[in-house]
């Protein structure tokens, strides 16, 4: 499933943004 690992990585990578965001503040 190409698909399936792309949408992981985004979701990944989309919280890998949003705690890097919450932690620098």
């Keep these: 499933m190409d698909w399936f690992r792309h949408n992981s990585q985004s979701y ?3 919280i890998a943004e949003r705690s890097r965001q919450c932690h620098r503040r």
């Design 12 to 14: 990944l990578l989309s």
